[in-house]
């Protein structure tokens, strides 16, 4: 059975930094792309970062650019997002995904979320 399993998130006061993690499982790792989501209250689920299966592409919200990298261990079984300089908008749920596309534009399977919290 297909896992997607997060974990990382806390609280964290503003400009520090946090470590998300994704370890997937129950499958034949043949993902076309996997990404990174967030939701914050009241708000529609936004893309944070995708990254294809050949690693060919990789695309990061204008948000996130130059504070997040996405990254994975070599047998693409975990996936990470390290996040730097946060700020209060970056408060959301984080979400692993899944996708049947390489640039994450259709979601195969959706992780359980990692709740995310910036505030002093």
């Known amino acids: 059975q297909l896992q997607l399993v997060e974990s990382g998130g806390g609280l964290v006061q503003p400009g520090g930094s946090l470590r998300l993690s994704c370890a997937a499982s129950g499958f034949t790792l043949n993902y076309a792309g996997i990404g990174w989501f967030r939701q914050a209250p009241g708000k529609e689920r936004e893309e944070v970062s995708c990254?294809?299966?050949?690693?060919?592409?990789?695309n990061y919200a204008d948000s996130v650019k130059g504070r997040f990298t996405f990254s994975r261990d070599n047998a693409k079984t975990t996936v990470y997002l390290q996040m730097n300089s946060l700020k209060p908008e970056d408060t959301a749920v984080y979400y692993c995904?899944?996708?049947?596309?390489?640039?994450?534009?259709?979601?195969?399977?959706w992780g359980q979320g990692t709740q995310v919290t910036v505030s002093s």
């Open positions: 990254i294809s299966s050949s690693g060919g592409y990789t």
């Open positions: 995904a899944l996708a049947y596309d390489s640039s994450c534009q259709i979601i195969r399977y």
